[in-house]
């Protein structure tokens, strides 16, 4: 039985988790957030590797990890050099899921759905260079609908108007993508909306590649472990806000909400 850190500056990270549990129920599971410090876009790199590494060097140490997952698009482009040449266990991070994307698309336009900085960076033009040669990828950027899924998570009913907004020029435009990726672990927890808005296009994240990833990686363990693991919440700031999290946290198979000291 390993024990299974998966990381975010939020609640996006839960969407990687869910796929990883239900993939392997039998290992235990510490979700961490970094919330004071949310949202990782909004860092300058020096500051997020700073805050991503040092978190995520505690809990390792802490819990005795025996794998990480960076469950955040932007921390994965960003931090996971320094955190592989900090920590000598597998870390594991996110990647857009433009080649399955390339894949399923019928017209040959996927819609790539992050935020602004995944969209700008290099990283994510070397992708579609690679994966999506020959088809055409349109890239928005959309910080809002993190705080969307945020709120919702949390109880909130979703501003449908800004989520229409958002995806209007998809929706409506010349170049309507047939495959939206979402580029941001958040944004699977707007899925149901966003087929709602565009009920004809196919949804893909990187939850499965990373379950599968994983999967991989603890092959060496023995092969009968049965039954269900168990989960556990950590947070940067214990404040009011984390605290109405531990219900939906809850039903996500994480019994506790901790406050991480170090």
């Known amino acids: 039985m390993a024990n299974i850190l998966v990381f975010d500056s939020g609640m996006g990270g839960l969407t990687v988790y869910g796929e990883i549990r239900r993939t392997l129920p039998a290992h235990n599971y510490f979700y961490c957030f970094d919330n004071a410090h949310f949202p990782y876009g909004e860092l300058s790199e020096p500051e997020l590797i700073s805050a991503c590494t040092g978190l995520v ?155 599968r990833r994983v999967a991989h990686l603890l092959a060496a363990l023995p092969s009968t472990l049965t039954g269900e693991g168990q989960g556990h919440a950590y947070c940067s700031l214990l404040d009011a806000r984390a605290q109405k999290l531990t219900a939906p946290l809850q039903a996500w198979g994480l019994s506790s909400l901790e406050e991480v000291l170090c």
């Open 57 to 211: 060097s505690h809990m390792v140490a802490e819990h005795a990890i025996d794998l990480v997952v960076i469950a955040c698009n932007t921390a994965s482009t960003i931090a996971l050099p320094s955190l592989r040449a900090t920590l000598s266990i597998p870390v594991v991070g996110v990647v857009p899921a433009i080649k399955p994307a390339a894949a399923l698309t019928r017209n040959g336009c996927i819609g790539l759905l992050a935020t602004p900085g995944t969209v700008s960076r290099e990283y994510t033009h070397e992708l579609i260079a690679q994966f999506a040669p020959g088809k055409q990828v349109l890239l928005k950027g959309a910080t809002e609908l993190v705080i969307e899924a945020e709120r919702k998570l949390a109880g909130q009913p979703v501003n449908m108007g800004l989520l229409r907004e958002v995806l209007a020029d998809w929706m409506e435009g010349e170049e309507r993508p047939d495959t939206l990726v979402l580029g941001c672990t958040h944004f699977p927890l707007l899925g149901d909306e966003i087929r709602q808005l565009m009920p004809e296009c196919q949804l893909v994240d990187s939850g499965n590649a990373v379950a």
